[in-house]
């Protein structure tokens, strides 16, 4: 059975980084038909997907418009992980944030970690 | 962006009666290549992680009761559950992954009458 077990801070103070890691079990990071994603949910943006990489003989990752500029996901092989950076938080920032498995449809979830982005 | 309407935004239903969840995409999201709708629909229950219930807009993931269905192609797309159990009381999503970024309908809360 896939898991996904995510770690990381709840309080982050704005302009700092936030730094979340989602350690998999059952499966590979490295996998050639399935994507690791990070997928924020709160109550004024709902369910935001974030940033996605995937392995395809070589290493790929894609962004949503709105964090490109300030994330960063990353595979850690020798870890089975992957991580996240989300770099000069705001309050705006504020979520849940979801790591996921999609093959293609987002079949397995981390449990979530909340996150704060106050001073 | 693919931009995912979900109507109603709120429900509420007999036990044992029909429950239908609409969700519309702002452009078809039917794969030409595999002839295949990128569109899945999730279940979430308070504190919980969404669940994926079903993709390619009318598989059913393993494990799922049957009364859960979903139909539709191209932009327009329907969630059924036959006879509402007490248990199915969430918020329901819909979901595309034609392509990144990949976007969620706004929800829709399903509530027993």
């Known amino acids: 059975q896939v898991q996904l077990q995510q770690s990381g801070p709840g309080l982050v103070k704005p302009s700092q980084t936030l730094s979340l890691t989602c350690a998999i079990s059952?499966?590979?990071?490295?996998?050639?038909?399935?994507?690791w994603n990070w997928i924020r949910q709160s109550p004024s943006r709902g369910l935001e997907w974030l940033a996605r990489?995937?392995?395809?003989?070589?290493?790929?990752?894609d962004y949503a418009v709105s964090v490109k500029s300030r994330m960063t996901i990353n595979p850690d092989t020798s870890k089975n992980q992957f991580s996240l950076q989300l770099n000069s938080v705001t309050p705006e920032d504020t979520a849940v944030y979801y790591c996921?498995?999609?093959?293609?449809?987002?079949?397995?979830w981390g449990q979530g970690t909340p996150v704060t982005v106050s001073s | 962006d693919i931009v995912m309407t979900q109507s109603p935004d709120s429900l509420a239903v007999s036990l044992g009666e029909r429950a239908t969840i609409n969700c519309k995409s702002g452009?078809?999201?039917?794969?030409?290549?595999?002839?295949?709708?990128?569109l899945a629909w999730y279940q979430q229950k308070p504190g919980q992680p969404p669940k994926l219930l079903i993709n390619?807009?009318?598989t059913r993931e393993s494990g799922v009761p049957d009364r859960f269905s979903g139909s539709g192609s191209g932009t327009d797309f329907t969630l059924t559950i036959s006879s509402l159990q007490a248990e199915d009381v969430a918020v329901y999503y819909c979901?595309?992954?034609?392509?990144?970024?990949?976007?969620f309908g706004q929800g829709t809360k399903l509530e027993i009458k």
């Open positions: 990489t995937y392995y395809r003989s070589k290493w790929y990752s």
């Open positions: 979901q595309q992954y034609y392509g990144p970024p990949y976007t």
């Open positions: 390619w807009a009318s």
């Open positions: 452009q078809s999201v039917l794969y030409s290549s595999n002839n295949m709708n990128h």
């Open positions: 996921t498995r999609a093959a293609p449809a987002m079949d397995v």
């Open positions: 059952g499966d590979s990071v490295s996998r050639n038909n399935a994507a």
